[in-house]
């Protein structure tokens, strides 16, 4: 049974962050270089802002306190970057961060998911960890879609080939 909790925790959680990759990309794809980096005002960060923090989140919780490496996250540039990557550049990095991140996630033992640990300040279990990136990325995808959507005044199709009306079948 525990193995079975373990196999569908591990697949959701993937499954989620597969998602957010997605919607991404599809975000990245509608805006220009210069847009990319464009802050809605001071207090708000820009896309490719959301894309290094993204970046660093994910790194410090699962490929370092899940996956026991050192931790190197440096936040504090996340947000004070304001040029130096393409969308393209900021793509690569995001997916090959998650990609990273999903394999330490499906290469964790049971005692790495309930160990818990102190990570950013907070003390969370391996699950917790999981559940917090999952949910930070999350989070700041419906940001990215939201400012692009600012942008653009248009829909980014995230799910325009599915019927989001069917009722629920018990």
Not at 128 to 149: D, N, R
Request: charged residues 25%.
């Amino acid at each position: 049974m525990e193995e079975l909790f373990k196999e569908e925790f591990v697949q959701n959680a993937l499954y989620r962050m597969d998602e957010s990759t997605r919607m991404n990309t599809i975000s990245l794809e509608q805006l220009s270089e210069d847009e990319v980096w464009k802050r809605p005002n001071a207090s708000l960060s820009s896309v490719g802002n959301l894309i290094l923090h993204l970046c660093g989140n994910i790194t410090q919780y699962v490929i370092a306190s899940l996956g026991e490496t050192e931790d190197i996250r440096q936040r504090d540039q996340e947000f004070s970057t304001e040029s130096g990557y393409t969308k393209a550049e900021l793509l690569q990095k995001l997916t090959e961060t998650v990609e990273r991140a999903k394999r330490t996630i499906n290469d964790a033992n049971q005692q790495q998911f309930v160990r818990k640990r102190e990570v950013q300040g907070f003390y969370f279990s391996g699950i917790g960890v999981v559940v917090h990136a999952v949910e930070h990325y999350s989070y700041h995808t419906g940001q990215i879609a939201f400012w692009v959507k600012q942008l653009k005044n248009k829909d980014l199709g995230f799910y325009e080939d599915v019927d989001l009306t069917i009722k629920n079948k018990t």
